[in-house]
């Protein structure tokens, strides 16, 4: 977001972070959305339509599949895999645009916009914007474009127009800036879907209420399977949505360990200081003028250097576990998950699976991990064919 940071509301903090730091004129755009998330979160109305489509249109509820194998691998507590890549579009991202499309049609809107990086989050928008019959535009750094040249496409399928952004450095930061600024000019008719649990408030409010059905499901499933809850949940963080998602309904859970799962690479959480980037406060890897620095991960979903606000301060306040895996790491998870379970993950969620073995060796085996598999690895099997070409 810019940096001509000027206001703050005391909304959406989570202890000293989160927040709003954005210009005024954007503020006012944002308590907008803000009001009506408020207004339709509860209304019986909104969330039957809600469940509809993610029955029916998403294909929730999504299994919470028994990872045999892969538990008499590690030898110690049972994995458990919640199965978000057998969503509709491959991984948790729907959740989240199912959700915020609905709340935007209630708000009159006419267009949709949103930001995409690798353009996982584009694809889920153009996706649901299909679906409703609303004209897209999905903001995308020309660098990003280029490498991410099928997801282009994938998007331009669906219906949406793609724009290559030139300014900064032509990467996710720069789409986001372009994506608020046609936001302020044309908030009369335009809703802006924001893809993670990151960027000023509402949305990482809006984002963890949509994804927290993750949670909701797991927790039956696994209290319905092993008669008692988890001794983790383990996910992947890149902004942080679907490892939100993961641990909602377990929060409140002080048996249940969180943990969060980072590349070491782009390891905001577990190697940031708390900064002001993109909105809003959190953990973030800055230089000592306080910008971004650039990441590089080999999952382009976690390739981001600051990370949800809300996770910012369950890691500040203890209750939450940030760790790190390397690349290799998560590649040989990757592969080793193919083989053995007959499932291939998405990169950033093979992060998960790598540390969930570690942790699994050093637990009973009467417990039980939820790992959350937040996406399906179809996407990634061209960079990790190549990848193994290069050794
Ligand atoms: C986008 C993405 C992520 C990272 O985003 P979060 O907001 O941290 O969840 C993780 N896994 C997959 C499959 C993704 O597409």
Known sequence: MSKSTSVVTEAGTFGEFGGSYVPEELQRVLAKIAEAFDRYKDDPEFNKELRYYLKDYVGRENPL??????????????????REDLNHTGAHKINNTIGQILLAKR??????????????????????AALFGLPCTIYMGKYDTERQALNVFRMELLGAKVVPVEKGQGRLKDAVDEALGDL????ETTYYLLGSAVGPHPYPTMVHHFQSVI?????????????????AVVA????????????AHYIDEPSVRLVGVEPVEAASI?????????????????????????TYSIAAGL???????????????????????????????????????????????????????KLAKTLPKDESIIVNLSGRGDKDVKQVYEMLQKK
């Open 65 to 82: 599949t028994f990872a045999k194998n892969l538990t008499e691998q590690a030898g110690g507590a049972k994995i458990y895999l919640k």
């Open 107 to 128: 708000m009159g809107a006419k267009r949709i916009i949103a930001e995409t990086g690798a353009g996982q989050h584009g694809v889920a928008t153009a996706t649901v």
């Open 184 to 187: 302020v000019q044309n908030h």
């Open 215 to 231: 949670s909701e499901e797991s927790k039956r499933q696994i209290l319905e399977k092993e008669g008692k809850l988890p001794a």
């Open 236 to 247: 992947c963080v890149g902004g942080g949505s679907n490892a939100i998602g993961a641990f």
């Open 270 to 294: 577990a190697e940031g200081v708390p900064a002001v980037i993109h909105g809003f406060k959190c953990y973030a890897l800055v230089d000592e003028n306080n910008n971004p620095k650039p």
């Open 303 to 357: 390739d981001y250097p600051g990370v949800g606000p809300e996770h910012s301060y369950l890691k500040a306040s203890g209750r939450g576990e940030y760790v790190t895996v390397t690349g290799q790491e998560a590649l040989d998870a990757f592969l080793n998950l193919s083989k053995v379970e007959g499932i291939i993950p998405a990169l950033e969620s093979a992060h998960a699976v790598a540390y969930a073995m």
